[in-house]
C-alpha cells in the first residue's frame, strides 16, 4: 500500500521532526510504502495530494488541523486515492465524526490495516468542504476567532462571549429543494457531518453518507437561553431544541442582504450575499 503523509508543520503543539518519528515507529513497513511532505503555504496541501493522485497512492493523510484536511481532500474529490487523517487541529471535525482515534500514534497504527469508506462531499459557492460550513454567528466567531493572537479552544469561548452579546441576527431568503421561505436566523449552517469539531453537535443525526445536506437554522433566542443551547450544544441534543430546526435537502441557495463571513470546514472567509450548497454524494473515499 502507497501512503502519502502530508504534514502542516505548524498544527499541533508537537514539532514536525516528533510527527515523523511516530510514522516511523508505528507505520508497518512490510505492508505499507510511504513518503513524507510538508506543506509550504496555504494551498500546498492541495497541490500535494493531487500529486499523489497522479502517483496513484492508496491514501493521502492529512497531518494537521481541519484546513489541511480540507485542503488535502479537495484534491482526492472523485479519485481513487483514500483520505486519511491524523488530526492534530484544535476541532478535528471530520475525524471525530469518523472514530479517527487524536492519539497520533493510535491514528497512525489505524492505517496499517484501514478500514474504507464512501462519504459523500459539498460545496459553498463551488469550494468544497467535508464536514460543516455556515454563516451567521458562528462564521463571524470564526472571523474574530481567527484574528486573536493565541488559539486554542479557551480562546475560542472567551471570543464567543466576547461578541455574543453584540452579535445581530440576520435576514435570510432560503430556498431548499425548489421551496422558498423567508428568517431571521442567529446562523444557518450546512452539516454533512455531525459536528463543528470539540463534539460541538450543530447536526447530531447528520449522515455523511446520505447524498443530502442538513440545512440547521438557529432562530433568535433570548440572551438566558445561551447557556442551555450551549449545553445542547456539547450533549448532543441541540436537535431537539425549538430554537433549531434541521432541514436535509438535495438543493439548498441561501441569500443575504450583503456580502458576509461565512466558514468553511472551521476556515472563515467572505463570501458574497448569494450561498449556493453543492452536494456530491458518494465522492471521497476515506480510511477510518
Known amino acids: 500500500m502507497k501512503i502519502v503523509f ?7 503543539t508537537g514539532s514536525k521532526a516528533r510527527i515523523e518519528d511516530l ?3 508505528h507505520i508497518d513497513k512490510s505492508a505499507v510504502a510511504y513518503d513524507i511532505k510538508h506543506t509550504q503555504a ?36 472523485n479519485t481513487q486515492t483514500a483520505l486519511g487523517i491524523i488530526p492534530l487541529g484544535s ?13 497520533t500514534a ?18 459553498l459557492n463551488g469550494r468544497p468542504f467535508f464536514c460543516v460550513a455556515g454563516t451567521g454567528f458562528d462564521a463571524y466567531i470564526g472571523l474574530k476567532f481567527g484574528e486573536q493572537k493565541t488559539r486554542g479552544f479557551q ?18 431568503k432560503i430556498t431548499l429543494n425548489g421551496r ?3 428568517s431571521e436566523a442567529f446562523l444557518v449552517s450546512f452539516a454533512n ?52 430546526k434541521v432541514m436535509p435537502a438535495k438543493t439548498v441557495i441561501v441569500e443575504r442582504p450583503e456580502a458576509a463571513p461565512v466558514h468553511i470546514d472551521g476556515e472563515p472567509m467572505m463570501m458574497e450575499a448569494r450561498l449556493e450548497v453543492g452536494i456530491r454524494p458518494a465522492s471521497l473515499r476515506v480510511f477510518v
Open 155 to 172: 480562546t475560542y469561548v472567551k471570543t464567543t462571549l466576547t461578541e455574543f452579546f453584540s452579535y445581530k441576527p440576520s435576514h435570510y
Open 193 to 244: 457531518a455531525g459536528q463543528y469539531g470539540n463534539n460541538a453537535y450543530i447536526s447530531p443525526e447528520a449522515d455523511i453518507a446520505d447524498g443530502l445536506v442538513d440545512v440547521c437554522l438557529m432562530r433568535p433566542f433570548p440572551s438566558p437561553m445561551a447557556v442551555p443551547l450551549g449545553v445542547q450544544l456539547f450533549g448532543k441534543t441541540l436537535h431537539l431544541s425549538p430554537y433549531l
Open 106 to 123: 493510535k491514528a497512525i497504527q489505524r492505517l496499517n490495516q484501514p478500514t474504507q469508506k464512501t462519504i459523500d462531499s459539498c460545496t
Open 42 to 77: 496555504p494551498g500546498h496541501a492541495t497541490e500535494l495530494a493531487a500529486e499523489a493522485v497522479r502517483h496513484h497512492a492508496d491514501c493521502a493523510v492529512a497531518v494537521g488541523g481541519d484546513g489541511t484536511m480540507n485542503e488535502t481532500a479537495s484534491a482526492l474529490i
Open 23 to 25: 510514522i516511523g515507529r
Open 91 to 103: 476541532g478535528n471535525g471530520l475525524a471525530r465524526h469518523l472514530g479517527i482515534p487524536l492519539n
Open 6 to 12: 502530508i504534514v502542516n508543520p505548524r498544527a499541533g
Open 180 to 182: 422558498t421561505f423567508e
